[in-house]
């Protein structure tokens, strides 16, 4: 048994993530027979660019002013669907598009906390959380497939269920940014362990978390293969993964967070840069 010990940038284990989740059966079985729903965010934005070369628009986002939006209204896709090498912007028809999934086609959508129960949420700053939100049901009833990649530096305490009925986006008196409330997301979360399963045949674990400088909401791994060939192809995709310079994944412009008073301020709401409290 040969032990690999590594950390993982915050970065760097969305560059994991994305890779894995390309090798991941029921993604190739959407892109083969069905349908692909992107759900805008960094780590998922990782995995379009890498697929068909298309960043995605980042709205909201958590930088050390808080809970922010991007400063700009752009144009870009928020939300794309792909089928069979095309793709195509469905920001304002999500709703319509979800309708019509089935057992074949997979969304997937990034989560901002998940537990150790495995249940994810996702933050929404907007009501209902937008268009997306209105979407939320035929995720479900409809019989299409759902992952959530995710970073462990997501895992928070105590049970989400529990937390999730006493958070809320109104009612909070200020807020470092956007008041957020919080939308159950269920399907397979996708951690930087099940990617680099994925990836290899391989035993994958945590031994610690967190790290000074540009290694905080880092992970170091211990991994174990049982086969030299094994073995050689991880260290052969962390070199290259630690060896490269992995910006933030998005359409580089909707990155620049907002200042109050700014266009996206209409939707939100307890903004304490807003209402010149902070």
């Given amino acids: 048994m040969k032990k690999i010990q590594v950390t993982l940038t915050v970065e760097e284990g969305k560059e994991i993530i994305a890779l894995g989740l390309l090798k991941h059966p029921i993604f190739i079985n959407s892109q083969e027979k069905g349908r692909i729903l992107f759900k805008g965010g960094t780590t998922v ?5 890498k697929l068909i070369g298309v960043p995605l628009r980042i709205s909201g986002r958590i930088t050390q002013r808080g809970t922010v939006s991007s400063r700009d209204i752009i144009e870009g896709p928020h939300s794309i669907i792909y089928s069979k090498g095309n793709w195509s912007n469905i920001d304002d028809n999500i709703v319509e598009v979800v309708q019509k999934f089935s057992n074949n086609d ?3 959508c990034g989560a901002n906390a998940i537990d150790h129960k495995g249940n994810a949420a996702m933050m929404a700053g907007s009501p209902g959380g937008g268009n997306v939100g209105k979407s939320l049901s035929y995720w479900y009833t409809e019989g299409a497939k759902i992952i959530i990649p995710v970073g462990i530096e997501k895992m928070i305490p105590g049970d989400l269920d529990d937390i999730m009925g006493r958070t809320s986006r109104t009612g909070k008196s200020i807020s470092w940014g956007m008041a957020v409330g919080l939308m159950p997301l269920r399907g397979e979360v996708f951690t930087e362990i099940e990617a680099i399963k994925q990836l ?16 905080q ?12 060939e094994e073995f050689e192809k991880v260290i052969k995709m962390l070199k290259r993964v630690k060896s490269d310079d992995e910006d933030i994944s998005g359409i580089k412009d909707s990155l620049t967070e907002c200042e109050a008073i700014c266009d996206n301020c209409i939707r939100h ?10």
């Fill in 200 to 215: 290899a045949n391989v035993d994958c674990f945590a031994i610690g978390a967190g790290g000074l400088g540009s290694a």
């Fill in 217 to 228: 909401g880092s992970i170091t791994l211990e991994i174990w293969a049982s086969e030299n």
């Fill in 45 to 49: 934005s990782k995995v379009a660019e």
């Fill in 269 to 278: 709401i307890g903004c304490g840069y807003k209402s010149r409290l902070l």
């Fill in 106 to 108: 997979l969304i997937i």
